[in-house]
């Protein structure tokens, strides 16, 4: 199996791509903003299967010039499992009420969370198409459901999240023409120890707060389990279906 792990530098991504090496990937494709800077890189780099590139989501060249790389070295993948996204950076804070929205900061989490599985898409369409058997997911989460939104708050990201999974839907549906056996998923790990959630984990209740592994691994099953059929869903860490 060709696998790559966008955002796989470290966090929930770090996990998935010690899961993919387990799962007997041939060829992993690993990237970060900054490789040899990612918790990862010192431990998985020296797998001769391992490949790090570099790649920043809001950067369209740099999505362009790492899609190149893999392009050049394998013909086809048959999983992509993009990770990145941001809920707070410096200044930046999920909004509470509507008077903390700055336009900026909207446009910065869109650009982050929702721009860049497609963007890849587009760049590794060659790699994509064909009968192989093939999952394109991104880790999306539950808040970017509308219909589950109750509780209000965090517009930014909430909105990105959702136009998210608008974008990998609509994948979903050019992807089946091209490769029958695609399966395009968008997946939320539940609520996991990693730097993004560190400042929210006060009201987590116990036992709900996964570590990466355990999230990586309950995210790889699901995905094992899915195929063309499921196309285009919004998937729990369960396997459960989260409408959108
Ligand atoms: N943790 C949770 O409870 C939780 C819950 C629901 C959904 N999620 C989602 O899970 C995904 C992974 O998050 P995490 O919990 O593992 O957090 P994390 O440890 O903070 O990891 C964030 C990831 O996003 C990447 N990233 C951020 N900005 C980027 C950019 N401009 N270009 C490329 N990559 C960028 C980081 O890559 P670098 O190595 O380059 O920094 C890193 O791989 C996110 O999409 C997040 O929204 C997490």
């Not at 796989?8 to 060829?27: D, E, F, S, V």
């Not at 790389?69 to 509507?98: F, H, N, Y």
């Not at 929205?101 to 060659?126: C, F, I, M, S, T």
């Not at 570590?211 to 309950?218: D, L, R």
Request: positive net charge.
């Amino acid at each position: 199996m060709n696998i790559l792990i966008q955002g796989g530098g470290r966090g929930i991504g770090m996990a998935l791509a010690q899961r993919a090496l387990a799962a007997g990937a041939t060829r992993l494709f690993i990237t970060a903003r900054d490789p040899l800077a990612a918790p990862a890189y010192d431990m998985l780099a020296p797998d001769d299967r391992v490949t790090f590139l570099p790649l920043d989501v809001t950067d369209e060249a740099s999505i362009m010039a790492t899609g190149a790389r893999i392009a050049g070295a394998v013909p086809q993948l048959d999983r992509v499992i993009c990770t990145a996204g941001m809920l707070q950076q410096g200044d930046i804070r999920p909004e509470k009420r509507v008077a903390d929205l700055k336009q900026d900061n909207l446009l910065h989490l869109y650009r982050v969370n929702a721009l860049g599985p497609v963007l890849l898409a587009r760049e590794l369409w060659p790699l994509l198409k064909g009968d192989h058997r093939l999952h394109f997911a991104a880790i999306s989460a539950r808040v970017g459901s509308i219909s589950d939104n109750r509780l209000g708050g965090w517009y930014a990201y909430r909105a990105s999240k959702a136009a998210l999974n608008q974008l990998m839907r609509t994948l979903s549906v050019e992807l089946a023409r091209a490769n029958p056996n695609g399966c395009v998923a968008t997946l939320h790990p539940g609520t996991v120890d990693t730097n993004l959630s560190k400042p929210f984990q006060g009201g987590v209740p116990a036992g709900k707060l996964f570590t990466a592994n355990h999230a990586a691994g309950c995210l790889w099953q699901v995905l094992d389990r899915l195929g063309p059929g499921d196309t285009g869903q919004l998937h729990a860490w369960d396997g459960s279906v989260i409408p959108y």
